[in-house]
């Protein structure tokens, strides 16, 4: 049984790519659509990763900024 306030070690971590609106660009990509993505993410890996993410489904990064 855990205590109140007790550290306990991961096994695993992991992350995804998600969000409503990247789901569905991605989707509507893979329909065939011509997507553009507008927003905003951080300067960091995370940030970069997901806009690699789309670009990986061409969907339209110009107006992302960073």
């Not at 992350?15 to 789901?23: E, L, Q, S």
């Not at 960091?44 to 110009?62: P, S, V």
Request: net charge negative; glycine share 14%; no cysteine.
């Amino acid at each position: 049984m855990l205590k109140k306030g007790e550290t306990v070690e991961g096994e695993s971590f992991s992350t995804n790519f998600g969000g409503k609106g990247a789901n569905q660009a991605v989707s509507a990509a893979k329909l065939g659509a011509q997507v553009h993505m507008i927003g905003a993410v951080g300067e960091d890996e995370f940030g970069q990763a997901l806009i690699d993410n789309l670009k990986k489904y061409n969907i339209n990064t110009d107006y992302i900024k960073v």
